[in-house]
């Protein structure tokens, strides 16, 4: 047989293995799991009852009891992280509440643990969500920036540092498994590591907020945790325009020790975060933030959006660019919908 009599082949036709569910299913090159998402959680000291956070709807400041709920009930869901946002009654210069050994993120750092612990147990799961803090003073200062000032008002770098490294030890004895930096304090990571390891918590994990932008979607969030802040972090946190600085970022945190590094927000930023993801040597983390949560919810409200299909197509858009570990405050309801 001779080349020429050789079949030649039809049409190619991407689209056979669209045709059905099941094939479509077979070929997905991306899923979402429970095991991978994280629930951010906000815990207000002095409350009665949770209260609803506006701009986020299904979003609450939790009492440290309906935390405790939450906890057990991302436990039973399968789901990976919780990460613990503290709001203190009393707020200050320096935010001294934010390494109280009584302070509320100490107390809600304990009582996730014993939450996940006691899960486990009653042998309601196997393994519960790992419990996770944000490591950061802007919940804690009066005036709402997420270091201490200096005497001109400027963001003192490495005074802040000090305050982090004290954080970041009552955090972990506390209990907290997972530490997440986000202040964006040059250095901050090498500060903490030291800090835990001569303290003893070498096990403590570091998520490094690395690439976090100085961006207006953050901008429920500041409700969430009464933020006092006047004025922006453009200091401290980075430029949008930024892709390249952000893999500096992210290359210095991993050279300081950081265990996961993480970018956010995450769909604004999806450039960024496949980047990071294909040169990173640690696991990579995306926050879908506040900003993200709430347009899809408001469009939805509307009834101007899918809010189911359009909540997991922000998702699978975060997971395709190349994130490991998803933040979203999605993730109990998307983890039901996983089945
Ligand atoms: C700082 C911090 C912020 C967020 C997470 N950690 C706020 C900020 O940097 O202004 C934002 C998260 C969100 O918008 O969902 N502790």
């Known amino acids: 047989m001779n080349a020429a009599s050789l079949p030649v082949p039809g049409p190619i036709r991407p689209r056979r293995l669209r045709a059905t569910p099941a094939l479509r299913r077979l070929v997905a090159e991306t899923r979402l799991d429970a095991a991978?998402?994280?629930?951010?959680?906000?815990?207000k000291e002095g409350l009665s009852q949770p209260k609803p956070v506006a701009s986020m709807p299904g979003v609450v400041q939790h009492t440290l009891a309906s935390l405790e709920q939450a906890v057990r009930e991302a436990?039973?869901?399968?789901?990976?992280?919780?990460?613990?946002?503290?709001?203190?009654?009393?707020?200050?210069?320096t935010g001294s509440q934010a390494d109280a050994p009584d302070g509320i993120l100490q107390r809600a750092i304990a009582l996730s643990r014993a939450a996940v612990a006691d899960e486990v147990a009653v042998g309601a799961v196997t393994t519960?969500?790992?419990?996770?803090?944000?490591?950061?003073?802007?919940?804690?200062?009066?005036?709402?920036?997420?270091?201490v000032l200096d005497a001109g008002g400027r963001v003192d770098n490495d005074a802040t540092l000090a305050r982090y490294?004290?954080?970041?030890?009552?955090?972990?004895?506390?209990?907290?498994?997972?530490?997440?930096?986000?202040?964006?304090m040059d250095g901050q990571v090498a500060a903490i590591r030291a800090?835990?390891?001569?303290?003893?918590?070498?096990?403590?994990?570091?998520?490094?907020?690395?690439?976090?932008?100085?961006?207006a979607f953050f901008g429920p969030f500041r409700e969430a945790v009464d933020?006092?802040?006047?004025?922006?972090?453009?200091?401290?946190?980075?430029?949008?325009?930024?892709?390249?600085?952000?893999l500096r970022e992210a290359d210095l945190d991993i050279?300081?020790?950081?265990?996961i590094v993480m970018v956010k927000p995450a769909g604004p930023y999806l450039d960024v975060l496949a980047a990071v993801a294909a040169r990173s040597p640690v696991p990579v983390a995306a926050?879908?933030?506040?900003?993200?949560?709430?347009?899809?919810?408001?469009a939805a409200a509307n009834g101007w959006i899918d809010r189911k299909a359009a909540i997991l197509e922000s998702l699978l858009g975060i997971r395709r660019a190349g994130a490991d570990l998803i933040l979203t405050y999605w993730a109990a309801e998307v983890t039901s919908w996983l089945g």
């Open 36 to 43: 991978s998402l994280i629930l951010p959680l906000f815990v």
């Open 75 to 93: 436990a039973r869901a399968g789901i990976g992280g919780v990460m613990l946002f503290g709001v203190p009654a009393m707020r200050d210069a």
């Open 128 to 147: 519960g969500p790992v419990v996770m803090a944000d490591t950061c003073l802007d919940e804690f200062t009066d005036h709402g920036h997420c270091g």
């Open 165 to 184: 490294a004290s954080m970041a030890v009552a955090q972990a004895r506390a209990g907290a498994e997972v530490l997440g930096p986000s202040g964006m």
């Open 195 to 215: 800090a835990l390891d001569a303290a003893g918590f070498s096990d403590v994990v570091l998520l490094a907020y690395a690439a976090k932008y100085a961006s």
């Open 227 to 246: 933020s006092t802040l006047k004025g922006d972090r453009r200091t401290y946190q980075m430029d949008p325009a930024n892709g390249r600085e952000g």
């Open 255 to 259: 050279a300081e020790g950081a265990d």
């Open 287 to 298: 926050y879908q933030v506040s900003g993200e949560y709430a347009l899809i919810e408001a």
